[in-house]
């Protein structure tokens, strides 16, 4: 029940950066950089298995997309969270993504490995949905978009941290390829523990969204300080029901759900299609090269999410999306229409296409929190989640096929269109959400 008091607190999400947004900001943060490194890692370690054992082309893209499928459950995990809260689920996730990550030394069969990688995305399902959740409810109002704006940087990292280690992890024989598969686990226990020792906090919205108001002034006060409060609005908002699925297709929310899902969907089918196969898909291209041309494209990729970090700040959340879509499709159509063996030429559009779509990767996770209020966020942002791991294991699953069909045009070909069909997506659906430009409008 509320005091008057209660209503004379300061908004905490006006309260300055404090110790306890750090520490929920580093939590994240090392999440990514474990989430990246697991999603990248299936790429050079089932290159790296086909020098000892027989995998055939539909077994290495379900191996490849086992991840990706297994975040399909993103919706069912952000429901959870949404009925449950946050925090213990971050708080248990990455032991058992350890756990997992090291059963990939114990067998070979396919369909186990599938099964493995599965649950693996399960457990980089909550810390997506469930982790940027208790992020945007922590921090402060003015520094929410930037902060979840960087976060795909950390993850970026992890990413190139797992090509590294696939080209670097040699001398174990004709189990190498489980080494590289497992040394994932080093990434989640680190994560694990220090989640464990710095003791994430639940999140004050959430509670008050179930009724709890005095514990969420308590937890802010201790935290943040006497001051500062619950805000007004939460204050007066009824407890929230159980979200349904159905609730995020209703007038209110049905194109924000649709557009959430399919730009994210379109995007990452292309980004993992070719960012997880890259060895094969060099291979393909006939660079001379493919470790060199494959640290370049990191390279880039990093470069395009720093860019991408900083864009963000500046232009439209729509202009960004729309922009980001419609380069890199045309990087990729000037490589397939350009020479095929003249190496700097096709490296050059390769690393223009590797910064372009990599700095869009930047709004995967702000722009679908900003799409949802705090009644239906982490169902939202876990339906746009599981939306787009339908894209993004469709890619991973099919480059290395279309690769062995018709080599790497036809895979990046495929990649074009659907480039193109996420572009015009955004530039019909799109809603323009990032606070500078809604409130000019306004």
Not at 62 to 81: N, T, V, Y
Not at 256 to 281: E, H, K, M
Request: proline share 3%.
């Amino acid at each position: 029940m509320q005091t008057s008091n209660d209503y004379h607190k300061k908004n905490y999400k006006k309260a300055p950066i404090k110790e306890v947004h750090l520490r929920v900001f580093l939590a994240i943060v090392l999440g990514q950089i474990a989430c990246g490194y697991a999603l990248g890692i299936s790429g050079t370690a089932l290159n790296d298995a086909q020098n000892y054992i027989h995998i055939s082309d539909l077994w290495v893209g379900l191996i490849g997309a086992g991840s990706l499928l297994g975040l399909m459950g993103s919706a069912i995990m952000g429901r959870i969270a949404d009925q449950f809260g946050r925090r213990k689920m971050l708080m248990i996730d990455m032991y058992l993504f350890a756990l997992l990550s090291l059963l990939q030394l114990l067998t070979a069969s396919p369909l186990a490995l599938f099964l493995i990688r599965f649950l693996i995305g399960l457990m980089i399902a909550i810390d997506y949905t469930v982790g940027n959740s208790l992020l945007v409810e922590w921090l402060p109002l003015n520094e929410s978009g930037k902060r979840q704006s960087q976060l795909i940087i950390y993850w970026t990292i992890g990413f190139i941290l797992s090509y590294i280690a696939g080209i670097t992890i040699h001398g174990f024989g004709s189990r190498n390829w489980q080494i590289i598969l497992a040394s994932s686990a080093i990434l989640g226990l680190i994560t694990a523990i220090f989640r464990s020792v710095a003791k994430l906090p639940a999140s004050p919205s959430w509670l008050a969204s179930q009724g709890k108001y005095k514990t969420a002034q308590k937890l802010i006060q201790k935290h943040i300080g006497k001051k500062w409060g619950l805000p007004f609005k939460l204050l007066k908002a009824k407890p929230t029901d159980s979200v349904s699925w159905k609730t995020l297709f209703t007038k209110q929310y049905r194109r924000r759900t649709l557009v959430g899902g399919l730009f994210y969907a379109c995007q990452v089918f292309a980004f993992f299609g070719i960012s997880i196969f890259l060895p094969i898909l060099l291979a393909s291209m006939g660079m001379s090269d493919s470790n060199l041309s494959g640290i370049i494209y990191n390279g880039c990729m990093l470069v395009g999410v720093l860019l991408g970090s900083r864009l963000f700040q500046t232009l439209s959340r729509r202009i960004f999306l729309i922009g980001t879509f419609f380069l890199s499709a045309l990087a990729l159509l000037l490589m397939l229409l350009g020479p095929a063996h003249a190496f700097v030429f096709q490296m050059a559009l390769f690393a223009l296409f590797s910064i372009v779509l990599s700095s869009g990767l930047t709004l995967d996770y702000p722009y679908p929190t900003e799409l949802f209020d705090i009644k239906v966020r982490a169902t939202g942002v876990g339906t746009c989640i599981t939306i787009s791991r339908i894209g993004a294991a469709s890619g991973t699953f099919l480059l290395p096929i279309l690769t062995s069909l018709g080599g790497a045009h036809l895979a990046m070909l495929v990649c074009l269109v659907v480039l193109i069909v996420g572009g015009i997506i955004c530039l019909i659906w799109a809603p323009e959400t990032s606070p500078k430009y809604t409130s000019k409008n306004n």
